[in-house]
């Protein structure tokens, strides 16, 4: 099959750097994937191409992208299942682009600083490990698949208006410590979560779980987030 | 007010969970209001001039009726609000949206009160 | 006015996956630490990781640390050096325990403590049956570890300089002064001044076409040491993972037949019984690799081609999800194969270098077989040699070696931080990287970077994979060096300086032939077959003469030159490996 990849390009080297789009035809063969693709394109059409990889099997969330207007990971997407004559590649919206397909992921790192996104329990540990069930491990089994892609907070309504909004991979990240049973530290997370540019921006629209690469229930933990703040606070 | 809040100071915790109860409250005192209004004839099974005016003259049911009109303005404006937030980005626009909605909000509180203490 | 491309820390860690990011997380409790690192530390490939890691809780079964270390002394081929065994397996309980308090996130029992389930080639009571030893998180262990210390060097405030390729490590009289980094996002060179510097750069996958191995693992660490004439140690045992997905080589977890999942050939013969009766699916990741080549070179792959079928479907659709809900997805994605119903095409796939940069058991890297140190320079992991793994390493023991080496490294430094001062930097530590960089966005030859890696790949899977012989490890051996030749003959499409991953891909592409030519000449030099290295032509384990670990330099104009280092011996003599 022949498919023409459309794919955004920039390169704020050039004078009036400008984005546009330039066209690359490909051969296409089953199970080739938008990454193989772009690989193909890179290798042995225009070397000129940025964009990120590393493991090409969905776990390092590094070519997350907007394929054919949905963000998702390009080492993920089966080109010949999507029978379309032209796939349209696009950075990730609403990040600053670096160069072609490679946004500045700085924002969203920040992001997920602010929510403290780490274990805080200051008892001493024990000599062995903590103890935790298997119904209390299932609670935060989903969130601790998270990759940090990026796809979701770029997906996010919210945050396309409000760049300050911590964006739903962060929230998730902190719902993956709230609920998880060794952690102690609510009160210092809730400062980053009670805010307008924190938890209740979120308007419950779903464009994370319809774009996570995971199929993460990501809006569903944000709901219990927000009903664990309001019942610590009234 | 910092300048990416453009306007709008409503949106943490509180706007999220007043917004939520007033809801609650809304769908409850829709339910009597619109029960009293129309099937809620008292003595001879039907709904008079002078039936609709006792209750009005009843201090609890003035009550009643404010908070109704109150909390009414007040879930349909956050509402309001937080849609502008997300959709509106231009500061200017998002700043004449917010000043109509305050004028509005306004006039429906004003002629609202004015009508349940039959001030017009 | 001040170089605003001089950093000056205490500490800077190349390279954040699991080894690198325990030892900054280590570090930074005393010392202003910096982590350089070419990927952000989040796409890691520690991260891809699945399994498990392997400690003796005992938290299912009656297991201790003596049966732990005789399972990696045997599973080595007992090229493994066995204080430094003990030192892992005697501290992986602490190791364990103390990730689980930084916050990582383990599959429990029922009683709550942290899970564990079986995994090829560890067993109970020196082998008499397979042992509970891998804990676990789904299939995402080494993920969640990955994540809970990235997360932790947060807490810690640990700086990070990602996507920023180290090109050269600053080494003057035997001390270690620092790193040079190309930032790969705005481009120039920024020289990483330290006290020192801990490697974590990972393994070389990438110099083969079937491998597990992310895009990004092209074993630069190893190149950096070449070039500042150091040794690299046993680079000819590289281990393939018998699961890699047909054709891709994406890793399809060896817990998928920890949790029962059967190999099966053409005629849906569990052909294991044949091999390892014993353990059968269970055996070490070489023996089974090269049953299943067996299997295929006869005939009996699946319709006579290059596969083999691993089949979970009879473990139900709850528990896959359950415990292996990531193979699930990387069955369907890449293989459109629904492993609820359908067996998983697999074959043998290029995964770990057991070899590395040669250290001492503090990870202190050392210049020769004498243990002689080079002052402030560590490294840990994959990237490194202490030996643990020897000839073939057992599965779950690569996230062990990684998070206890990683721990060790930084202790070692934290200790002997407190007597190395600052040195001077060279009057221009960036000379020979610029130059590098120079080179390549000025070289206008005709040839292209993709079509020598793709050659090397390719020829290095056909005649130095799974078997191995003297003619074809010749042939490889020239080929290697002709293609060394056509790599001075290229040009790069991007001549720019921000995200210009075309020049990275050339340089990385340069560690891989020169490291290659080392992989191939250990190969070819070592008469015999142990662990990983099978030779076809020597197909036994010879212990008078091979019973040592290889140290190969690479000479400034090209060739290899070997030195050999005895292997450490305590508790467990060398017998015959069988399973």
Known sequence: ?234 | MSDRDRGIRSGGAFSWFFQRISGVFLLLALLVHFWVLHFSAPDHGEITFGSVMERLNNPLWRAFDILFVVTAVYHAMNGALLIVQDYIRATGLRMIVVAGLWIGALYFLIVGSMTILGLA | MADRQLHKFDAVVIGSGLAGLRAAVSLSREYNTAVVTKVFPTRSHSGAAQGGIAASLGNIDDDNWEYHMFDTVKGSDYLGDQDAIEILVRQAPDVVYDLEHLGVPFSRTKDGLIAQRKFGGHTLNFGEKAALRACYSSDYTGHVLLHTLYENSLKNHIRFFSEFDVLDLIIEDDVCKGCVAWDIRNGGLHVFHARAVVMGTGGYGRAFKITSNAHANTGDGLGLVLRNGLPLQDLEFVQFHPTGLWKQGILVTEGARGEGGYLKNRDGERFMERYTPTLMELAPRDVVARSMQTEIDEGRGIDGKDYIHLDITHLGKERIMERLPQIHDLAFNFSGIDCFKEPIPIQPTAHYSMGGIPVDNGCHVVKNGKLERITGLYAAGECSCVSVHGANRLGTNSLLEATTFGRIAGRSARADLSNIDFSDLPKNPRARAQAEVDWFLKANGSRKVADIRADLQETMTARCGVFRNEADLKKQLDHVRELQEMFKEISIDDKGKVMNSDLMEAIELGHLLEFSEVIVSGALGRRESRGAHFRKDFPKRDDDNWLKHTLAWRKPGGGVEFDWRPVIITRFQPMERKY
Not at chain 1, 35 to 46: C, G, P, Y
Not at chain 1, 96 to 120: Q, W
Not at chain 1, 143 to 167: K, N, Q, R, V
């Open chain 1, 1 to 234: 099959m022949q498919v023409t990849f459309k794919i955004s390009r920039f390169d704020p080297q050039q004078e009036e750097a400008k984005q546009h789009y330039k066209s690359y035809t490909v051969q296409t063969s089953p199970g080739m994937t938008v990454l193989d693709a772009l690989n193909e394109i890179k290798w042995h059409q225009d070397g000129t191409l940025s964009y990120r990889k590393s493991c090409r099997s969905g776990i390092c969330g590094s070519c997350a992208m907007k394929i054919n207007g949905i963000n998702g990971l390009a080492c993920e997407t089966q080109i010949e299942p999507m029978k379309k004559k032209t796939i349209v590649l696009d950075p990730l919206p609403s990040f600053e682009v670096i160069k072609d397909l490679a946004v500045n992921m700085d924002p969203f790192f920040e992001h997920l600083a602010a929510v403290k996104p780490y274990l805080i329990n200051e008892e001493p540990p024990p000599d062995r490990e903590r103890l935790q069930s298997p119904e209390e491990f299932k609670r935060i089994s989903d969130p601790i698949a998270c990759i940090l892609c990026m796809s979701c907070t770029s997906s996010c309504p919210s945050f396309w208006t409000d760049p300050e909004y911590i964006g739903p991979a962060a929230l998730y990240k902190a719902y993956r410590y709230e609920f998880d049973t060794r952690d102690k530290g609510s009160e210092e997370r809730l400062e980053a979560l009670d805010n307008r540019h924190g938890l209740w921006r979120c308007h419950t629209i779903f464009n994370c779980m319809d774009a996570c690469p995971k199929n993460l229930k990501i809006t569903h933990g944000i709901s219990l987030l927000k009903r664990k703040v309001i019942a610590e606070k009234y």
